[in-house]
């Protein structure tokens, strides 16, 4: 990879595998950095203990595991990196809105899925981050888009490299004033939401008034402002 310190990082580069998130939990992170590449993933893993469709057909699997210390939401924080990748190697003529937690829509469709996932080891966290992004399916769901046609303005091997340096550069030097930037690319500020939490159980609908510094989803009900956190939640049928 173009620019990356390979004395901190371990690769793998790999045409098959069960899940690039189960194979980096695997293995031990020897260096600052485990990164895992893969063609195609026979059990791909989404959030809410959802599959992933990963077929072999130019799509992005790739994981990243590394040791967190900046203590914001990574999760949000993954989104946005992305966002902006997105955004530069495009020259802005693509732009990805993020819709909470850590989804990436572009014209409305969700093209990108993160998952983020975590291990303490010997006493320190460290944090397995899943990126799946679909350049083309073979089948699909309305709701799943695709990069497609934009590939060209968009190749897979610069978003790839783009991706993993603002990720390694975020974790060496934080993201000051991370909050705001999620915001403004969060497509749904004070949009209706309905969002389903607590296993299920409860379903609310609220305005969407933004975040909090952990991420935590603020939304104004017609007799509270709830804080509500990604672990428990799904937001429904907005998209
Ligand atoms: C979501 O449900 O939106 C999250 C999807 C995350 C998919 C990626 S693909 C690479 C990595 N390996 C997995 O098994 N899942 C993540």
Redesign the pocket.
């Given at each position: 990879m173009k620019g990356l310190n390979h004395e901190n990082i371990d690769f793998y580069l790999l045409e098959t595998v069960d899940?690039?998130?189960?194979f980096a939990k695997d293995k031990k992170l020897l260096k600052n950095f485990l990164i895992v590449i893969s063609e195609r993933?026979t059990a791909?893993?989404?959030?809410h203990g959802?599959q992933?469709y990963?077929p072999d057909s130019g799509n992005i699997?790739?994981?990243i595991k590394f040791k967190d210390k900046n203590n914001i939401p990574l999760s949000l924080i993954i989104g946005l990196l992305i966002s902006e990748s997105i955004e530069s190697v495009s020259g802005k003529k693509i732009s990805a809105g993020l819709k909470w937690p850590n989804?990436l829509l572009i014209n409305k469709q969700k093209v990108c899925?993160?998952?983020v996932e975590s291990e303490i080891i010997n006493g320190e966290i460290e944090f397995i981050v899943?990126?799946?992004i679909n350049y083309a399916l073979p089948k699909k769901e309305s709701w799943w888009g695709e990069i497609g046609k934009l590939a060209k303005l968009m190749p897979r091997e610069k978003l790839i490299n783009s991706i993993l340096h603002a990720i390694i550069y975020y974790a060496e030097n934080g993201y000051p004033n991370w909050l705001a930037a999620w915001e403004k690319r969060c497509m749904h500020i004070g949009d209706e939401l309905k969002v389903i939490s607590n296993n299920q159980q409860d379903e609310d609908v609220g305005i969407f008034q933004g975040v909090d510094e952990k991420g935590n989803m603020l939304l104004k009900t017609s007799n509270e402002l709830k804080s509500i956190s990604s672990g428990e939640c799904s937001i429904k049928g907005i998209y």
């Open positions: 899940s690039t998130n189960t993933q791909g893993r989404g959030r959802k992933w990963s699997y790739m994981t989804d899925g993160i998952l899943g990126i799946g």
